[in-house]
C-alpha cells in the first residue's frame, strides 16, 4: 500500500457522517499530490497545493487536529511527527504500525486509528467537535535530537 492508500479509510468514514455531522468539521489536505489524488480527495474534502514552510507552520499551530498518515512501506517516525509535536495540537494518525502511535501515546498527544477501521474513524470524526482542543501536556524533551544523539553516541 502506498502514502495515499490509508486515505481512503478517511473518506469511507466520512462519507458514512450525517450532513451535520460533515457541516461541523473540514478537513484540509495540503502538499504535494497526483491529479487523480486531488480528484478524489476533493470530492469530499478541501485540498491545496504545497505552501510555503511558513505558511505550513502557521496552518499547523491554527489547525484543532493534525492529519498523520503513514503506510506501510514508508517509516512513520519522520520530521513530520516532530513537526506536529512542536504546535501541542492533537494529532490523529492514520495508521497500524506502532512507531510514532508509540511516541504520540506516550506524550498523550492524539489518537492512532488505523485506517482500516472505518466505523472507528467513523466515531472520531462524528464526535471531533466535541473533543476537548486543550493542547497536550506530554513531555518532548525525549524526542528532541540533541538527546536522541547523547543516546545513539552511547550506542556507538
Known amino acids: ?3 495515499f492508500d490509508v486515505c481512503f479509510g478517511l473518506i469511507e468514514a466520512y462519507k458514512l457522517l450525517n450532513e451535520e455531522q460533515k ?6 489536505f ?3 499530490f497526483y491529479d ?5 480527495l476533493s470530492e469530499f474534502f478541501t485540498v491545496h497545493k504545497r505552501i510555503s514552510r511558513e505558511l505550513v507552520m502557521e496552518v499547523q499551530r491554527e489547525a484543532d487536529v493534525l492529519l498523520l498518515l503513514a503506510c506501510e512501506k514508508y517509516s512513520v517516525i519522520t520530521g513530520k511527527l516532530f513537526e506536529y509535536l512542536s504546535t501541542g ?3 490523529l494518525g492514520l495508521f497500524d504500525k506502532p512507531y510514532a502511535g508509540t511516541i504520540i501515546n506516550e506524550l498523550q498527544a492524539g489518537d492512532i486509528i488505523p485506517s482500516s477501521h472505518t466505523e472507528a474513524l467513523r466515531i472520531y470524526l462524528a464526535t471531533l467537535s466535541d473533543i476537548d482542543a486543550v493542547n497536550y501536556t506530554g513531555r518532548l524533551e525525549p524526542y528532541m535530537y540533541s538527546n536522541l544523539f547523547k543516546n545513539y553516541e552511547k550506542l556507538i
Open 1 to 3: 500500500k502506498g502514502r
Open 23 to 28: 457541516n461541523s468539521i473540514e478537513i484540509v
Open 30 to 32: 495540503y502538499g504535494d
Open 36 to 40: 487523480y489524488e486531488i480528484n478524489i
Open 89 to 91: 495540537n492533537r494529532i
